[in-house]
Each structure stands twice: as C-alpha cells, then as structure tokens.
C-alpha cells in the first residue's frame, strides 16, 4: 500500500503553540505538544482550514516550481474556474492565459470547460438513475475524505464521477498525444492549485488508481508573473474557454446551478458542511436531491493558496455564470466527443479511513471502549484545550492510545495537586497533636 501523501507540513521554527489551528481543525488531527503543533497523519484531510488560521503562516503547502517543467518535453498548465475570480469581470481572459503560458508553458487549458463535460454528464446521470438521496457532489477532495474519515456510511451517495481538473486533464493530455505524437510520460500536466486538498488529490487520487495530473503550483506563487507576462504580451493568441456556467463552477452552487437544479442544498465552510452531513447521515435530507459541500468559504474561490478577497471572487464568478450562454452545450459536437471517450467516471471503489480504530483486536479495542468512556465521565468536559488536544473527547482519546496522561489536564491536575496538600496537612497536623 502506497503511503498516504500530505500537502500540508508545518514550519517548527514559526510555530508558536497558538492553538488557532488545532481548534479549527475539522478532523480533529491537530495536538499541542511541547509548545508546538503536531499533526496527526492519518487524521488530516488536508483542506488547509490550518494555514487559513495560522497567524504566523507556520502551516505551509508542497507544490512544485516552475523548475519541474524541465522533466517534459511539453507541458501544459490547467487553469481553475477560480482563476476567473481572481482579476477584474472586464479582464481579457486570453491575456491572462497567454501570461500563464509565458511561464514556460506549451498551452494553457482552461479547467472550466471540464466542468462543462461534466454539467452535461451529471445532469444526464441524475436524469436516468435511481440513485441514493441526496446525491453528494464529488467536486471537493476534502469533503470526500472527510466522509471516509467521519461519514463512512454515505460513501454510496457519492456521485462517481472525477473532478474537473482530473477531466481536464485526461482530455489535454489524450489530445496532445494525438495531434503531436509525443508519449504519455513525455507530456507534464500541472495544475494551478487554489487549496492543498487539490495537490493532495493528483498524489493520491479518490477513485482512480492514478492521476493524469503530473503536478501543482500555487496560484499565489505566481500570480505577479502571471500579471506582469499578461501585461506585456502582444499576441492576440485565442484559447478555448468555458462556458458562463462552466466559469460559475468555482463558486459554491455554481455546480448546481450550471445542471440545472431546483431540489439542492449548497453549503460551503468545512464545519458547516460536517453540520449537513451529520444531518444527511441520521436521514434527516433524504427529500433533497443534490448536496454539494465545498470546504473553502465561498467555494474554490475560497481556497488559501489564491489571493482575491473571496467575496469579491465569488461575486465576479456570480456574475459571468449569470451570463447569455454562447453554445447549447447538450448539442455540441465537441462535447459529446468527449462524453464518448468515457473519461469522467471513477474506476476505483472509495473505502473508509478507520482513524477511529482503537485497536485491531477486538477484544482489546473493546476494552478501550470502556476505558475511553470512563475517561470522559472523570474529565470535566469543558474542551478548555489547554491539555494540548481540542476537546477533553480527544484527551480521553489519546489517553486510551498511550498518546497522553490525565494528567495533561489542568483541573485534573490541580485536583491531584489539592488532595496531595490536603493529605500532607492532615499529616502534618497528627504529629504535632501527638
């Protein structure tokens, strides 16, 4: 089995032990030890919720540099529908993608037009299939490892198609290799990340064995290159370009919105979206017929690894999905073109994470069911976090695991400290009344 990648690393030297990314953490996969953040692997989902918070930027994302593109004889740039987001409504679009390009790009695809593949997909698939209600959107990599991890049973509400940047890129790279002959490993794909779940999920993909997506770069490391080259390029170079709607996939219900949807439920924020889905999970949504949670605030304009205020982003993308549609994208040649080549679906069944798992013994882990419920009744439940964990559950937790002592606990160890006084004055006292 493949070690799980992780996108997200911390800075020690810049950590201060502040505690803003540990209780914000959705997955409860962060602990204060020594004066430090420490993360928990197999609990990290990845969605950056720690480098949003972090006021001294000790959490930090792996991406690659511009330097990568040396490996390939010819590499293409995938650009997000958030991108959009990020500069003015007025902006000449083939501009910016022309400044991309002069990074060191063959071509610049636009991610968007994916997401246009996949409106017509979805649409049809929700049309002509008896499917689990609701039906969860698979846009976020974060929101899907936060079911395996927390919602394992709603796994099979999932929609099983790819994301758009995964479609994107199996779509540019098949057509590169056809019209200019080079092999599959000759050609890099990378992609403009606006979150690390998204750079996470090209090292480890959900649903497919392996990505067709060679790497990440972040938007905000070179978004001043991509201005500047914009600025300065003569070329009226033409791009394909997504749709209105496509574009409107980069704010959360653009999704919804572009199929066409009236019975749907859009939830952005990761904690508002673990709110739904606990809802979802007792049956309580089962009349609704689309949930599309996206963990970033606003949708992918949202993400940390962009730069625009994301209200202004999402408002900016508002308004361009809301714009006259060009082409009938149901009746577009090229569109079914790419719908015949079957490159949207999943080809690998997404399983649980079992972070809970206390013990693979059953009879142990039973065990430490009872202890674990022991602990919690002993400490005092008011998730002060100043034990180092976010809540006295995640103490009591770690306890079990041999991760932790009660005596992290302030108010446990200050009861210990009280009785210890208490009995060494009681002692004291029966040898001076003798």
Not at 412 to 426: A, P, Q, S
Request: with cysteine; proline share 4%; glycine share 6%.
């Amino acid at each position: 089995m493949k070690e799980y990648f992780h996108s997200v690393v911390l800075d020690d030297n810049k950590c201060t032990g502040c505690t803003n990314c540990m209780r914000r953490c959705p997955t409860e996969a962060i602990r204060i030890r020594e004066r430090k953040a420490v993360i928990t692997k197999d609990r990290c989902i990845d969605c950056g919720e720690c480098i949003r918070v972090c006021p001294y930027h000790a959490q930090d994302v792996i991406v690659d540099d511009l330097s990568v593109l040396k490996k390939y004889k010819y590499n293409i740039a995938i650009s997000p529908m958030s991108l959009y987001g990020q500069f003015s409504i007025d902006t000449d679009m083939n501009k910016v993608f022309s400044g991309i390009k002069s990074l060191g790009f063959d071509d610049v695809f636009d991610e968007g037009c994916a997401a246009d593949v996949l409106t017509v997909a979805i649409r049809d698939i929700l049309k002509n299939n008896n499917l689990q209600k609701p039906v969860i959107s698979s846009l976020c990599p974060a929101i899907l490892r936060i079911i395996q991890v927390r919602f394992p049973s709603l796994i099979d509400n999932i929609i099983t198609v790819e994301s758009p940047m995964e479609v994107a890129a199996r779509i540019v790279k098949t057509r590169t290799m056809k019209k200019f002959g080079f092999n599959f490993d000759e050609i890099g794909v990378f992609y403009l990340a606006q979150c690390p779940a998204k750079v996470t999920s090209i090292k480890r993909p959900i649903g497919i064995q392996n990505s067709y997506v060679n790497g990440a770069l972040s938007v905000k490391s070179i978004y001043g290159d991509i201005v500047k080259n914009a600025k300065k390029t003569q070329e009226n170079e033409s791009y394909l370009k997504a749709s209105p709607k496509g574009v409107g996939w980069g704010r959360v219900g653009g999704q919804s919105y572009a199929i066409g949807l009236e019975n749907y439920m859009a939830v952005d924020g990761i904690e508002n979206v673990i709110k739904v889905l606990e809802e979802i999970e007792l049956g309580k949504l089962s009349s609704i017929d689309y949930f599309e949670g996206l963990a970033c605030i606003g949708g992918c304009v949202g993400g940390p690894l962009n730069v625009e205020n994301p209200f202004i982003a999402k408002a900016r993308i508002r308004n361009i999905a809301r714009s006259p549609e060009e082409n009938d994208l149901d009746n577009d040649k090229y569109m079914n073109e790419i719908l015949a080549q079957g490159v949207i679906n999943w080809t690998e069944k997404i399983t649980p994470k079992g972070v809970m798992t206390l013990d693979n013994d059953i009879s142990k882990a039973i065990k430490k069911i009872e202890q674990l419920n022991q602990m919690r009744k002993e400490l005092p439940g008011i998730d002060c976090s100043s034990c180092g964990a976010p809540s006295c559950n995640a103490l009591a937790e770690d306890i079990v695991r041999g991760k932790a002592k009660m005596e992290d606990c302030i108010f446990i160890l200050k009861e210990k400290i009280k009785n210890k006084e208490n009995v060494e004055v009681n002692h004291e006292a029966f040898f001076n009344n003798r």
